[in-house]
Structures are given as structure tokens and as C-alpha cells.
């Protein structure tokens, strides 16, 4: 079973940056899909950032390209680089894995995705 581990999460001023990790183990021979989900209330569960199953980065209209999602494999490390924050990015941020083999790699939603981690939690501040 995959196991993840976010961390990197904390306070931050509006406007600013921040770089949240995630580290994967459990999987065999490659890493699997993964995706960035918020959650907060009002937020709609979207995922902010995705890698397709040729590790193509994608990011809904929404986030404006201020996210992006850098991946190191030698380290079993997924990053989101987050740039630009506006308060209403405040949320617990979770990392969540599907096997890469699935049809949904890449998708942008929650049940597409079998292991989580515990998150980790972004708060802006203006």
C-alpha cells in the first residue's frame, strides 16, 4: 500500500510562496499518479495540480498557474510550489496517489484516488 507523508505547510503572508512535499514510499518499481487536493469549506475538493501517467503537469484554470507540481523520483518526493497566495488558498493540503496503470491518472477529482496522506496546513494570511 502507498504511504504518503505531507509536510512543508505553515503560515504565510499574502502574496507569498511556499513549498510543500510530499514523500511516497510503499509502491513498486515507479512512483505512482499523484494530485494536490484543498480542503477548506467552500472549496469545491478540486485538485489544484496534477501528473498524468507521463508525469505531464496539469492545473485547473482556477489556480491560475501559480501552482505547479515538481516531482523528484530518485527521492520519492512529489512537491507543490505554490506562488502568488491569496488567503482563500488557506486549506489542509493533501497529496493522493492512484496506481499509474489507472485510466485516471491525471484527474482533477477526489475519487479518482485510493491512498492519501494526513495533509499538511497552508493558512494566508492578508
Known amino acids: 500500500q502507498v504511504h504518503l507523508v505531507e509536510s512543508g505547510g505553515g503560515p504565510v503572508q499574502a502574496g507569498g510562496s511556499l513549498r510543500l512535499s510530499c514523500a511516497v514510499s510503499g509502491y513498486t518499481a515507479v512512483m505512482p499518479c499523484m494530485a494536490w487536493f484543498p480542503q477548506a469549506p467552500g472549496k469545491d475538493g478540486e485538485a489544484v495540480a496534477s501528473l498524468t501517467r507521463a508525469d505531464t503537469p496539469y492545473s485547473p484554470a482556477s489556480v491560475e498557474g501559480r501552482f505547479t507540481i515538481p516531482r523528484d523520483a530518485p527521492k520519492s518526493e512529489l512537491y507543490l510550489q505554490m506562488s502568488s497566495l491569496k488567503t482563500e488558498d488557506t486549506a489542509m493540503y493533501y497529496c493522493?496517489?492512484?496506481?499509474?496503470?489507472?485510466?485516471?491518472?491525471?484527474?482533477?477529482?477526489?475519487?479518482?484516488?485510493?491512498?492519501w496522506g494526513q495533509g499538511t496546513q497552508v493558512t494566508v494570511s492578508s
Open positions: 493522493a496517489a492512484l496506481p499509474r496503470s489507472s485510466d485516471y491518472c491525471g484527474s482533477f477529482r477526489q475519487d479518482r484516488y485510493n491512498d
